[in-house]
């Protein structure tokens, strides 16, 4: 009987058993997660060869790739990487490498299977895709994706042409478009995943049955594939480009457009989707679009770090059912909270419950998940949630007056070591916390509309804080999924002291006379998600004229925008603003003609560009690089720029 092989390196370990298995396992040292970086391939490609001996020799019936940590499979290649990847001289070889060596991997005399739970994204699919058979978890924390796309790239180890074998063209390239991630149970739909099992330990059992059994994934069906021939492909590929178009312009985001470029020329034939990876992937690695989609990245997953060891929340309390308030409710519970929201009665808090079925009815697939979220979320006029909570929000109308009565009649009635948080837009806690008679407890928890949507929550600091009470909000932040930017009280803080300027500088040349629709069409061409106008109507133009009086900016009484107030026009929320609104959308009209649509955007942009700058000289942010990832988070700011001031440093804003 020849003894069983066992090999260890840095990235990867592997044995073979008796049955002449093999079990090639990846644990990226130091790391949460598993990454392919150019280490760790260059270990695969030794280990590679290995196989390739002993499977000559009879030694190896089959091997089982399986991930040693607990967050998931592989999360794809090491970002870290990417900026000394992005030269021309290096990649396109290193690329070519790994094209090798998948294809080596595949060209196996012996089946090679992927054992998934957890996250298998990008490199990690691409990989996955490479052997012979998947099998997946099919659980909640399973995610198969390829996120590329975010970065301002998309697969480039093969990946393009291998979903599209196994899962077709048109489900292929959406995945690739859109970044989605998909549940196993959607990835098994579309061809991706061969097996589910419903335990991690499962997957060495399925793993051996698929290698003695020599499974073979099969290739996505021929009706699939119709839609890459020839006659038909351009006219897919153009459908594409017009659904691209509607969520990103060409000259900001380059990388769909050029995937759906390759996939025209080549869609037809799967090997040379890959071969063309390498010319039309290099150019995009290094240009300004993913060198800034990169340092967002960075920077997003440096507010990861904020969380204080062993904070933990599962009550929390909200006081008032407004829009805010009850989206905060909803939001929470969505997470896994229980929740109990008060208002002065029923009636006021019945809206904000049915909003949330609304929210759970969307994100929530199953019917079950719907109700169990329903019963997370508890209406409790009379408050009687605040002695249990481990963390209480208050979401009350913009009155300095209203919140410190609120919080002086709560500081007696909250446990020890729990969280009081304001979620007001600009009122600094100083002033609020006057009544109480622990001020340091009080910090803000500023979310922003719609909560579901936006990932930005500003964890406000007073001059009373602790380190440690700050910590617990941004811990908070983080067990909800949203991302804290620590700032400090000041009017406005940091987003809606940037957002102003910009809003209310549009809304002056409405009144001049100049077209609404022009001035959104510009901003939107310079970058931003929506225009000024209309993201003043989805604000609220009372919430938009408090926040403005807040911080000293003037509204006059006889103004159009004082007037709509006045007649109860107040935007998105009462159908009608600056615009008319139908089922959630603004009604507009066309837009005048204009010869530098994007130079008309900077020049609307620069007083909030102007106002970053004046808020970290103040310090209201610990660094230029906070108030980029807050204000791009806060205000969808242009990712692609990387932030008003590294707009500003490149010449750019």
Known sequence: MIAPQATETKHWSFHTDLEKIGWLTINTPGASVNTLSREAIMELETLVARFEDLASSGELVGVVILSGKDSGFIAGADVSEFDAMSDFSVLPEALRRTHALFARIEALKVPVVAGIHGFCLGGGLELALACHYRIAVNDDKTRIGFPEVNLGIFPGFGGTGRSIRQAGPVDAMQIMLTGKMLKAGAARGLNLVDKLVRHRDMLRWEGRKAVLQKRKASEASWSKKLMALPLVREAVANQMRKQAGKKARKEHFPAPYALIDLFEKHGDDWKAMIRGEVDAFVPLMGSPTATNLRRVFFLSEGLKKQSLKGAKFSRVHVIGAGVMGGDIAAWCAYRGMSVTLQDLDMERIKPALDRAKKLFGKRFKKKREVDAAMLRLTADPKGTGVSRADVIIEAVVEKLEVKQAIFSGLEN???????????????????????????????????????????????????????????????????????????????????????????????????????????????????????????????????????????????????????????????????????????????????????????????????LVDMTEVVVGEGVVASPELADIGVIMGTGFAPFLGGPMKARADGRA
Do not use: C
């Open 413 to 607: 009635k909250m446990k020890p070591g729990a969280i009081m948080a304001t979620n007001t837009s600009s009122i600094e806690l100083e002033r609020i916390a006057e009544a109480l008679k622990d001020p340091a407890r009080l910090i803000g928890l500023h979310f922003f509309n719609p909560v579901a949507q936006l990932p930005l929550v500003e964890v406000i600091r007073s001059r009373f804080n602790t380190d440690e009470e700050i910590g617990k909000g941004a811990s908070f932040a983080l067990a909800i999924g949203k991302s804290p930017v620590v700032v400090k009280s000041a009017p406005g803080f940091l987003v809606n002291r940037v957002l102003m300027p910009y809003m209310l500088g549009a809304v002056e040349r409405v009144e001049r006379g100049e077209s609404k629709e022009l001035l959104d069409a510009a901003a939107v061409a310079f970058g931003m998600p929506m225009g000024p106008i209309e993201l003043m109507d989805t604000v609220g133009l009372d919430v938009g004229k408090s926040v403005a009086t807040e911080l000293g900016h003037s509204v006059p009484a006889e103004s159009r925008f004082a007037r709509l107030i006045a007649e109860g026009k107040l935007g998105r929320k009462s159908g009608e603003g600056f615009y008319k609104w139908e089922n959630g959308k603004a009604i507009k009209g066309e837009a005048p003609a204009h010869a530098d649509l994007a130079g008309l955007g900077r020049e609307l942009v620069k007083p």
